[in-house]
């Protein structure tokens, strides 16, 4: 019995993490959209810079 009640936590933690991660996606998104609707979507994040090139010998 506490094999099974064990794996039955793990299956359930495994759900609660995916949907957890769902739902972070998706306040993220709508968040960003929200960013952009009001016109802040630029200041939101710093844009990143390009890394530096070598030049060739």
Do not use: D, F, Y
Request: glycine residues 10%.
């Amino acid at each position: 019995m506490s094999i099974w009640l064990s794996n039955a936590n793990r299956a359930l933690g495994v759900g609660r993490g995916l949907v957890t991660a769902e739902l972070r996606r998706q306040q993220s998104a709508a968040t960003k959209e929200a960013m952009r609707a009001i016109g802040l979507g630029g200041a939101a994040k710093p844009k990143k810079k390009k890394p530096a090139t070598r030049k060739a010998k």
